[in-house]
């Protein structure tokens, strides 16, 4: 087992809103469809939709959607589990799994050299995926995260949007809506950027405990002739 540290996190959560945009509009999933198609592909068995909905923390409604999207897109296969109708079952399909080997060989490209993960594996990215699903952020929430690693602040709208690899309008407005809240505050000219407000770095900070709270599933270790064992 090994923890998520938030610059890890960060890297992975950009790479994969670039690979995002640079899809067709109709083939794209939000990260936490891609998460759901990585925990099928981790699992290596079907689960109960419920159990996908426990894991992602979302009610059955949001989950409905989410699996309805994702198999229309041919990517999971549904079907009555047991007994109980209600109690749907989702499988990867073929497509499924050439859609997360592909995803994530891009997002392992899209990681710059130097970033956290960089040099990382596109079977370890399924995994960081997998097990970052485990938390939901919205837009606001990265953008606080992403303000959080900086080392400085104020920090720049131009330099949140290239952090977080998010289109400078969905980050204009997820900004907008922090300012509402309370949380970040503005500057007096869009050059003197961003900052948070007492309330915004404890708002941060309750994220990033949550993110430190991830655990990524190792590969199982594996017995050599001699005895020892290796990653």
């Given at each position: 087992?090994g923890?998520v540290?938030?610059?890890?996190?960060?890297?992975?959560?950009?790479?994969?809103?670039?690979?995002?945009?640079?899809?067709?509009?109709?083939?794209?999933?939000?990260?936490?469809?891609?998460?759901?198609?990585c925990?099928?592909q981790?699992?290596?068995?079907?689960?109960?939709?419920?159990?996908?909905?426990e894991?992602?923390?979302?009610l059955?409604p949001?989950?409905t959607h989410?699996?309805?999207?994702?198999?229309?897109?041919?990517?999971?296969?549904?079907g009555?589990g047991?007994?109980?109708?209600?109690?749907?079952?989702?499988?990867i399909?073929?497509e499924?799994?050439?859609?997360?080997?592909r995803?994530?060989?891009?997002?392992?490209?899209?990681?710059?050299?130097?970033?956290?993960?960089?040099?990382?594996?596109?079977?370890?990215?399924?995994k960081?995926?997998?097990?970052?699903?485990?938390?939901?952020a919205k837009a606001?929430?990265?953008?606080l995260?992403?303000?959080r690693?900086?080392?400085?602040?104020p920090?720049?709208?131009?330099?949140?949007?290239?952090?977080l690899?998010?289109?400078?309008?969905?980050?204009?407005?997820?900004?907008?809506a922090?300012?509402?809240?309370?949380?970040?505050?503005?500057?007096?000219?869009?050059?003197?950027?961003l900052?948070?407000?007492?309330?915004?770095t404890?708002?941060?900070?309750?994220l990033?405990?949550?993110?430190?709270g991830?655990?990524?599933?190792?590969r199982?270790?594996s017995q050599?002739?001699d005895?020892?064992?290796?990653?």
């Amino acid at each position: 087992m090994g923890l998520v540290d938030l610059r890890e996190y960060m890297s992975v959560r950009r790479a994969y809103n670039l690979v995002r945009q640079s899809q067709p509009a109709r083939d794209r999933l939000t990260f936490e469809e891609f998460a759901a198609l990585c925990r099928l592909q981790v699992a290596g068995a079907p689960m109960k939709t419920s159990e996908i909905a426990e894991y992602q923390g979302a009610l059955r409604p949001t989950m409905t959607h989410r699996t309805n999207h994702l198999a229309e897109l041919g990517l999971i296969s549904r079907g009555e589990g047991g007994r109980d109708r209600r109690n749907v079952v989702c499988a990867i399909t073929a497509e499924g799994s050439r859609c997360v080997d592909r995803i994530s060989a891009h997002t392992c490209d899209e990681i710059l050299p130097g970033q956290p993960l960089s040099r990382t594996l596109p079977e370890r990215i399924v995994k960081y995926v997998d097990a970052m699903g485990s938390v939901f952020a919205k837009a606001g929430d990265l953008v606080l995260l992403a303000m959080r690693v900086e080392d400085s602040q104020p920090v720049t709208v131009t330099r949140l949007v290239d952090v977080l690899g998010l289109l400078q309008p969905t980050v204009s407005m997820s900004i907008s809506a922090l300012v509402r809240e309370g949380l970040v505050e503005r500057g007096p000219s869009r050059a003197s950027g961003l900052a948070f407000t007492p309330r915004g770095t404890a708002r941060a900070a309750e994220l990033s405990a949550r993110i430190a709270g991830i655990v990524v599933r190792r590969r199982p270790r594996s017995q050599k002739p001699d005895g020892q064992t290796a990653e």
